[in-house]
């Protein structure tokens, strides 16, 4: 028999509720033939959303590149002898631009997409996503600092950059990093994993989930009292699981304290089109010319495109921070992570592009692109809409702050004696089928419960399903203790 083997304590701790025992519980419900609706988690696509048409042209001709000169062909065809193709549509052919937008787009990719790229990922994009942020910044006219593309890393993921940044922050068991509780769990998972220190800061519920200067403060504070080095704040914005979309104020106050602090910033901004009408503050905006670390993190899992499984992403950095263990500078040591996995996938990183640059005004597939993006946005705030309305049909269910990014996190304020919003959870599952995920899975005020619930499926779903939640709600939180 095996001696057996030591494996890292830190991987054995790490827990991550989006993933947890309620999902796998619906897991096992599916293997028996039961249907569960999976509201645990951010995953558009996985409850039907269909994908931006645009994005899609492109990707399957960027795999298939013998594909475009037939569809160069067929055009030429068809322009000459239209009858022979009387009965297809206008959209049964790939517009021009997009054909020349894959050539350009393999050129520069010069290999293809089955060659690794360079570690940071091809610097035609890294351009494209520098003139994207600049472009949002509007610095052109504000006179804001330039995005500068050997700042910006293409990775698997916003998830990728995150736990890289952690990794690299994180030097000693002293060292801590200050995450908003409710938190998305990744930055507690990755922490626990490098071996360091969660430092708490709370959110506040009753202000919409915003979060002010003494709650900073006070959580810092009592941090260093117990001897914790904190190097870095992580702010979510907007927020997950709290969906609130953080005001300027807000922002500022965060950027001041770690400016005062000497902290860097890891800004998740991967919701920052998840606002519903609210105006995004980003924090490069706001850090400006000060010298404060930032590091921005966007996604092509989230916002209307919500391709989740292609796993694109970048991280921002600026002003990085020098270093005073190594003659190495910081971004030599970010690029010494990505060099280890080589690069970032190249479909991931070929959506990236797409994702910061949106068809032309002028050009065949704007007028489409402009209207699915508008219907993906507009049925996830009416989804949302929907969801809060059965709340205020339950008993005790309170949902503080406005409808941002993709989820809701009410407050259960009469769960019966002795159970909690787990228990809530997992009877929820069993009677409904609705997969959700625990308040106490992200962290939230001792006493107080939770859950989250992705504003996800179908609209008749939705009109099915909630119903027999408000029901079960009601009839689980009267029942006799
Ligand atoms: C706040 C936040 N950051 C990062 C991620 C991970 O995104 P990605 O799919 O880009 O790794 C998620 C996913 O839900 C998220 O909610």
Not at 25 to 41: D, M, S, V
Not at 153 to 158: E, I, P, R, S, Y
Not at 408 to 421: C, H, I, Q, V, Y
Request: aromatic share 8%; charged share 20%; proline share 6%.
């Amino acid at each position: 028999m095996s001696p057996g083997i030591t494996v890292n304590q830190n991987i054995a701790e790490m827990e991550y509720a989006v993933r947890g025992p309620i999902p796998q519980r619906a897991a096992e419900l599916r293997r028996q033939g039961k249907r569960t609706i999976p509201c645990n988690i951010g995953n558009p696509q996985g409850l039907g959303q269909q994908p931006i048409s645009y994005y899609r042209q492109v990707l399957s001709l960027l795999e298939a590149p013998s594909k475009i000169a037939r569809e160069r062909r067929l055009n030429k065809l068809r322009s000459s002898a239209p009858a022979a193709f009387a009965g297809l549509a206008a959209d049964d052919f790939v517009s021009d631009y997009i054909l020349d937008l894959c050539d350009e787009m393999l050129a520069k990719f010069e290999t293809g997409l089955g060659a690794y790229t360079e570690s940071k990922g091809p610097l035609f994009i890294r351009e494209a996503i520098a003139r994207f942020i600049d472009t949002r910044e509007d610095a052109e006219s504000s006179g804001a600092p330039r995005s500068d593309p050997e700042h910006i890393f293409l990775t698997n993921g916003a998830s990728e950059a995150g736990k890289n940044l952690v990794d690299l922050l994180i030097a000693d068991r002293r060292d801590g990093l200050m995450i908003p509780t409710p938190q998305y769990p990744l930055y507690s998972a990755a922490i626990r994993r490098a071996g360091g220190c969660q430092v708490n800061y709370y959110l506040d519920e009753d202000s919409g989930w915003t979060l002010n200067r003494s709650m900073l403060e006070e959580a810092l504070a009592a941090a260093t009292r117990d001897g914790v080095a904190v190097k870095a704040i992580v702010v979510i914005n907007p927020g997950n699981p709290t969906g609130a979309v953080l005001p300027k104020e807000s922002i500022r106050e965060v950027v001041d304290f770690a400016g005062q602090h000497g902290l860097a910033i890891i800004a998740d901004e991967v919701y920052q089109d998840n606002t519903y009408g609210a105006t995004f503050v980003s924090f490069a905006q706001t850090v400006g010319s000060q010298d404060v670390p930032l590091f921005s993190l966007h996604s092509t899992s989230k916002g209307f495109c919500g391709e989740c499984g292609r796993r694109g992403g970048y991280v921002e950095v600026r002003n990085p921070p020098a270093v005073t263990n190594t003659s190495l500078s910081f971004m030599d040591l970010l690029l010494k992570q990505a060099s280890v996995s080589l690069c970032s996938n190249t479909i991931g990183q070929a959506l990236t592009y797409l994702m910061v640059c949106p068809p032309a005004p002028d050009s065949a597939p704007h007028k489409q692109f402009v209207e699915e993006k508008k219907q993906v946005l507009e049925d996830l705030y009416n989804k949302a809409a929907l969801i809060r309305a059965a709340f205020a049909e339950m008993n005790g269910v309170e949902c503080f702050g406005r409808t941002g990014a993709m989820y809701l996190f009410p407050r259960l304020n009469r769960l019966p004696a002795g159970t909690t919003d787990f228990d809530y959870c997992m009877s929820l599952l069993e009677a409904v089928g609705l997969c959700t995920v625990n308040g106490s899975g992200f962290g939230q005020r001792a006493g107080t419960n939770h859950l989250r619930v992705a504003f996800l499926p179908s609209r008749e779903l939705l009109e099915e399903v909630l119903p027999r939640w408000v029901e079960f709600h009601n009839a689980y939180v009267n029942r006799k203790q």
